[in-house]
């Protein structure tokens, strides 16, 4: 199994004035790649696995190598946290994420931040793998919000969402991680809803990117040329780029899901712009080029 192998990157030293590190939970062989696009054949991941091995896809389990990871930004005297990965001690449905010491919150600590001096959490959306470190077990066995002094955002159509049926019905594949990692921020009156295109300053706002859920956005960071996209799961893997039009199994709307990604990718294709998705393998973010009726994701060089 590969595991943690960097731990704190800086994307680059600003993008306007604001810094962006990312600290990564685990970066490792995580998913079946017919489990994740149930619209990829054995034919096609046959020809595909001779690029994406080893980067990409582990040679020996053929499972794709995803990042888990939050990205702090330090903008205007703020801190914000986006997405929080998937946590430790948390009773999940998935072994991988069953009860982990995966030790995040030290790395974030090591790297200079203070759980205390977060002033925002915002999450892209609200699955497991991004909402995990919302909240921490406390002595009493009660989860409690993680960063005691931060406002976290939620947005609308993403709290409706998962607070009632169709939500519901989903969480008994993952287990019930609303329950341990986003309704304990409301008890602690921490939640602000907001709507999608919410603007955190002038220099970070949400873009509503719905369909892998219906209140998922990415976080643009900075402007013009100096651009940053904090993407979610608008993309999963590199797979994506080449077949926009594999949506996950986990996507709650793949019609949606895939609209919204190929309008993303046609937007960003052959600009400056640097896109970080959440969970492509170090260093995490790079540059959409069109190449034919498709796209490929060409990495910034690796991290010192
Ligand atoms: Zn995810």
Request: glycine fraction near 8%; charged fraction near 20%.
């Amino acid at each position: 199994m590969k595991r943690v192998a960097v731990v704190r990157g800086r994307i680059d030293v600003k993008f306007a004035s604001t810094v962006v590190t990312r600290i990564i939970e685990t970066e490792m062989p995580l998913l079946d790649p017919a489990e994740l696009y149930p619209d990829s054949t054995p034919e096609i991941l046959a020809r595909e696995a001779r690029w994406l091995m080893p980067r990409f896809q582990c040679p020996e389990t053929h499972k794709l190598i995803l990042t888990m990871q939050g990205f702090v930004l330090q903008s205007r005297g703020k801190t914000i946290l986006v997405d929080t990965c998937v946590g430790d001690c948390k009773h999940r449905a998935r072994p991988l994420f069953d009860n982990q010491r995966w030790g995040w919150l030290d790395r974030f600590r090591a790297a200079g931040f203070d759980p205390e001096g977060v002033d925002i959490v915002l999450s892209t959306h609200l699955h497991v793998d991004h909402v995990g470190w919302n909240t921490t077990l406390d002595d009493t066995g009660h989860w409690r919000p993680t960063f005691p002094n931060a406002r976290y955002l939620f947005t609308r159509p993403e709290v409706g969402f998962w607070t009632g049926p169709a939500g519901g019905a989903l969480l008994q594949r993952t287990g019930d991680y609303i329950a341990d990692s986003v309704l304990p921020i409301f008890a602690a009156g921490l939640a602000d809803v907001v709507e999608m295109d919410h603007r955190i300053n002038e220099e970070i706002r949400l873009l509503p990117t719905p369909g892998h859920s219906p209140g998922h956005i990415c976080v643009e960071v900075g402007h013009g040329q100096d651009l940053l996209v904090i993407a979610g799961d608008i993309l999963h893997t590199v797979l994506q780029c080449t077949y926009p039009h594999w949506s996950t199994r986990f996507c709650a709307d793949a019609a949606a899901s895939w609209e919204t990604r190929v309008r993303f990718l046609q937007t960003y294709a052959d600009t400056e712009t640097r896109i970080a998705p959440a969970h492509f393998p170090s260093p995490g973010v790079g540059r959409i080029r069109s190449e034919g009726a498709a796209f490929r994701f060409v990495f910034d060089a690796p991290e010192a």
